[in-house]
């Protein structure tokens, strides 16, 4: 296993230019992970991006509105010699592919933002590039494009530019490089911050709003001293916990239940991390392990997955514990 710098990264792929290249992403591919592969596959000669089951509707939206034409299906070609894995960086994130990957004999690289695993792959012809500092995989990809000189088409950038918006929350987690990307994205792919929000958010469906403010109105709203916390299930546990923050809470978790597994979604204002000294995606590793999965992502932003659904409550007892934990002690050291 070898850690990469940018750089090396770029170094990397430029080198392997014409290898059979399967470019993916985590399961559930949302348009970080889904536009990040798109582009990075077209940088090789020989490249096919799939999906380990299927992607989100707004990354599909996505797709159709830029005018990606390829059907991204979720077959692992059996002649690859590298795989890509973009917006993860665990094999256990991928889903039916992570078995397959066990059985694979090529490289595998690694590309991510989110916080560090607790344990690496092993193996000699395994890469990472893992880098909080960006606040989007996409961000990774469209450095790693300009240092090889590849030129964007409208495309490309479009994509791109919605993987740095998706993971930018709104831009709630935006850093100065998060605003120069987002001007130059928009400048080469004719698209304005608007249009993006426009075929996005005022397309929701009238059933996913009823249930999002159903879900809302279930949860567990607890004030610990200066701070809102709210909590409970979801049917979409990430789109509520979203909502929950944009409503005025500071920090919000929600699990939701599906047929094979329990997610965890968790969220907190932008520079509580900081304050509470807390970091989600560390509070998620041990999350995941609560719920027999895993967990992990970003300080103010985090999830957890795994296939223990009778221990969802004790999961979001654990996640709610932690942060108030914090919000406690900060409070106390003020005192």
Known sequence: MRRLDLDELCSFIENSRGKK??????????RDGVSSAVVTSSLFESAVVRTPDFVTSNARRMLEHAGYAQKIGSSFPADVELVI???????????????RLERFDGELLFIDHHVEPA???DGKDTYYFNDESYNSTASIVYE?????????????????????????ADFENATAQTFRQV?????????????????????????NRFQLIEDLSKSTVRLEGDYVIVFGEAERANVVADAALKLGADAAV??????????????????????????????????????????????????????????????????????????????????
Do not use: W
Not at 22 to 29: K, N
Not at 183 to 207: C, D, G, M, Q, W
Not at 266 to 293: C, E, N, Y
């Open 183 to 207: 001007s130059e994205l928009t400048e080469i792919s004719k698209v304005n911050y608007f249009e993006i929000a426009e075929y996005f958010h005022y397309r929701i469906p009238a059933k």
């Open 85 to 99: 894995v973009h917006d993860a960086n665990k094999p256990d994130s991928l889903g039916p592919f992570s078995s």
């Open 254 to 335: 929600f699990f939701a239940i599906h047929e094979r597994e329990i997610s965890l979604s968790a969220r907190m204002r932008s520079t509580l991390d900081t304050k509470f000294s807390l970091h989600l995606g560390k509070v998620m590793q041990g999350a995941g392990s609560i719920i027999g999965g895993n967990g992990g992502g970003h300080p103010c932003a985090a999830g957890a997955y795994g296939p223990r659904k009778e221990q969802a409550e004790k999961a979001l007892d654990y996640v709610v514990g932690q942060i108030e934990k914090a919000m406690d002690k900060t409070g106390t050291e003020a005192l």
């Open 21 to 30: 290249t399967l470019c993916t992403f985590h399961t559930v591919g949302d």
């Open 144 to 168: 790693v494009t300009k240092k090889l000189g590849k030129q964007l088409s409208r495309l490309d950038a479009e994509l791109l530019l919605n993987g740095v918006i998706a993971d930018s």
């Open 119 to 121: 344990r690496y792959v």
